[in-house]
C-alpha cells in the first residue's frame, strides 16, 4: 500500500523562525510532489521530484523556500525566514510513474506563522 | 494564465440529487490526463477518478463519472444519487505529457449536500 508520513501535523511559529516540514514516503514511487494550500490559491504545486532529483521548482514562492530529497525515503521543505503569508496547509504526495498519475497524499502539515 | 478553471467556489444540492462538478483545462498537450479529488473537512486528499486524453470512453467509478468533452476541454465530474458524505472539497487536476508529472490543481468546488 501507498502511504506517506508528513511531520510535524501541525506547527504555531513566530515571524523569522526557521521551519522544516518533513516527508516520508512508506512505499515505492517515483515522483515526489510538495503542494501547498491555502483558502486564497486552493493548491499550489510548489516542487516536484523524479527518483530523487529535483525537475520542476518554478512554484516555489521565492528563495526563502528551498526543498531536498536525499534518497527515496525523505524529504524535506524548509523556510526560512518564515513569514505570517507562509501559514497554510502543505501536503507530500507521491506517484508511482504510471499512466494514470495517481497520487497518494499525506494528511498535510499546517503551519501558522504569527 | 490558469490551467485548470472551476468556475463554482461552492455549490447546494439536495441530498438524492445527482451533482455536476465543472472543470475546463488548458493544455496543447496531445496526451494529458484529468483527475478528481475529494478533500473532506478531515482534510485528507482521496483520488476520486482518471481519464486519458486518448480513452474514448467517460471514465466511470461506481457514483462518479467523469464527462470528458475534449473539444470543449471540460472535464465535469457528476456525481450521482448524491449522499451527505458527499458534502467535500473536490479537486480537478491535470497531468500534462505522457509522464507522471507536474500534476497541477484547480482552486476547486465546495460541495454542500442537503438532507
Known amino acids: 500500500d501507498a502511504g506517506v508520513i508528513q511531520s510535524p501535523r501541525h506547527e504555531v511559529t513566530e515571524m523569522g523562525q526557521e521551519v522544516t516540514l518533513r516527508c516520508k514516503p512508506i512505499?515505492?514511487?517515483?515522483?515526489l510532489f510538495w503542494y501547498r494550500q491555502t483558502m486564497m490559491r486552493g493548491l499550489e504545486l510548489l516542487i516536484y521530484?523524479?527518483?530523487?532529483?529535483?525537475?520542476?521548482d518554478s512554484g516555489m514562492p521565492e528563495d526563502r523556500f528551498s526543498a531536498k530529497m536525499p534518497n527515496a525515503s525523505f524529504s524535506t521543505l524548509k523556510i526560512q525566514p518564515s513569514e505570517p503569508r507562509d501559514s497554510a496547509v502543505y501536503f507530500c504526495?507521491?506517484?508511482?510513474?504510471?499512466?494514470?498519475?495517481?497520487?497518494?497524499f499525506g494528511e498535510g502539515s499546517r503551519l501558522t506563522v504569527l | 494564465a490558469q490551467k485548470i478553471t472551476q468556475t463554482q467556489p461552492g455549490m447546494f444540492v439536495q441530498e438524492k440529487e445527482a451533482v455536476t462538478l465543472d472543470c475546463t483545462y488548458d493544455?496543447?498537450?496531445?496526451?494529458?490526463?484529468l483527475f478528481w479529488y475529494k478533500q473532506p473537512s478531515s482534510g485528507e486528499m482521496i483520488f476520486l477518478i482518471y481519464?486519458?486524453?486518448?480513452?474514448?470512453q467517460n471514465a466511470t467509478e461506481g457514483r462518479y463519472s467523469l464527462n470528458f468533452q475534449k473539444a470543449r476541454k471540460s472535464a465535469n465530474l457528476v456525481i450521482s444519487a448524491s449522499q451527505l458524505g458527499d458534502s467535500a472539497m473536490y479537486f480537478c487536476?491535470?497531468?500534462?505529457?505522457?509522464?507522471?508529472?507536474?500534476?497541477?490543481f484547480g482552486k476547486g468546488t465546495r460541495l454542500h449536500i442537503l438532507p
Open positions: 481519464q486519458g486524453s486518448y480513452d474514448e
Open positions: 512505499s515505492g514511487h517515483d515522483y
Open positions: 521530484f523524479n527518483n530523487n532529483v529535483p525537475i520542476d
Open positions: 493544455t496543447s498537450d496531445q496526451s494529458y490526463g
Open positions: 487536476a491535470m497531468r500534462e505529457g505522457d509522464r507522471d508529472d507536474k500534476i497541477i
Open positions: 504526495a507521491i506517484g508511482r510513474g504510471v499512466k494514470s498519475g495517481e497520487l497518494f
